[in-house]
């Protein structure tokens, strides 16, 4: 799990309970953060750098650092650490340096979920959970009726892998919606100013979107 | 009704089916997409120029053309014939010159519905009904359960009335999200990316988005 924030500590924290061993990256081994959150969540829990997490991550890396930084920390993981993982990527490409709402650091023609996989053509990048917050990403249930969790990725496989994991997180089969291909990342990071709208609207109640056909 | 595409005639014809009447106004008088659909609707349907249609618009005026050259439209159509007018703006930025999937012509820090309510400050712009094809925009039961169509505007007066008109094509009240402020077309506009990778894996099949909370 790379990043110590509220994603990093929830989804760490889901996976741990479920029974995965998960370690926390930071830019430190004993960032306080990090620390807590090994406290709190017991067993299946450790901490390290972030080249220490993604070596951790055997089967899955989880990028659940703020978008601006995101490449930066991928590259102080290590793409070795990275190479033929999967990688799944929750960043925003937020830039909150604008003032509120904030504006995105790359979209239109391209998107962090492209770039991080151009940079690291080794890894697996899946980009899923982006499009909603940390407590309705593992606990779908939080919001009432049915709603829809994207999942977009070259590789078929790891995007299969990472739907068994938003089934052990409580997502219906029914409710993920698949992509093919990681440009669709692109459509997944545009939506963020349509959720910091509908955020500001509707508050701290648990919301998400679902695709009606 | 400025614009003769698949949106004017069809958000213009549910208009005309309703008894309200219409004018679809294009570049010149005698356009043949708008002299087909005012033959095939009848009654409450007619055409001019844009200036036309516009003046004749005395309770809402719709701007239903390609977002690239909608300010051109709406300056042809004029500043007197809109001001205090309800504009109703359907149109997306789409830009089809990089090829496919289209990119937009603005975003992240600006949005078309914002552009358009500073080039004609004294129209009320409303945005609305963009984020979905043309038929669901008028025929919401084609879409299977519950979704929603959002209404952004800076003028509450002028979302009310638009409000009302999606009431009159079926739209049911709960299922209408309104926005305070023109800025959130921003949102609206940028979703744009996320409804074309959706209509690439859907299909034709009408679809469309619902907010769950």
Same mark, same amino acid.
């Given at each position: ?6 994603? %990093? ?10 029974? *995965?061993?998960?370690?926390?990256? #930071? ?27 993604? +070596? ?15 490449? &930066? @920390? ?5 793409? =070795? ?9 929750? #960043?925003?490409?937020? =830039? ?11 979209? !239109?023609?391209?998107?962090?979920? $492209? ?6 053509? =080794?890894?697996?990048? @899946?980009?899923?959970? !982006? ?9 779908? %249930?939080?919001?009432?009726?049915? *709603?829809?969790?994207? @999942?977009? %990725? &070259? &590789? *078929? ?20 919606? $698949?992509? =093919?291909?990681? +440009?669709?990342?692109?459509?997944? $990071? ?24």
């Amino acid at each position: 799990m790379l990043g110590t924030g509220t994603v %990093g500590q929830t989804v760490g924290g889901k996976l741990a309970g479920l029974g *995965h061993d998960v370690c926390m990256g #930071s830019r430190t081994p004993d960032n306080e953060g990090a620390a807590a959150w090994v406290e709190r969540t017991g067993e299946h829990a450790s901490q390290g750098t972030f080249a220490d997490a993604a +070596a951790f991550g055997n089967e899955i890396v989880v990028n659940a650092t703020p978008g601006a930084v995101s490449l &930066d @920390v991928l590259h102080a993981a290590g793409a =070795d650490n990275l190479a033929g993982k999967i990688l799944l990527d929750i #960043s925003n490409p937020l =830039d909150f340096s604008r003032g509120m709402p904030p504006t995105l650091t790359v979209c !239109n023609t391209d998107s962090l979920g $492209e770039q991080i996989q151009r940079a690291f053509p =080794d890894a697996r990048v @899946v980009k899923s959970l !982006n499009t909603m917050n940390a407590r309705v990403m593992v606990d779908p %249930g939080s919001v009432r009726g049915p *709603h829809t969790v994207f @999942v977009a %990725g &070259d &590789d *078929h496989v790891a995007r299969w892998q990472v739907k068994q994991l938003l089934l052990q997180f409580g997502w219906r089969g029914d409710a993920i919606f $698949e992509f =093919d291909g990681i +440009a669709k990342a692109r459509g997944l $990071e545009m939506y963020l100013p349509l959720w910091l709208a509908l955020r500001g609207a509707i508050g701290d109640r648990p919301f998400n979107i679902k695709v009606a056909s």
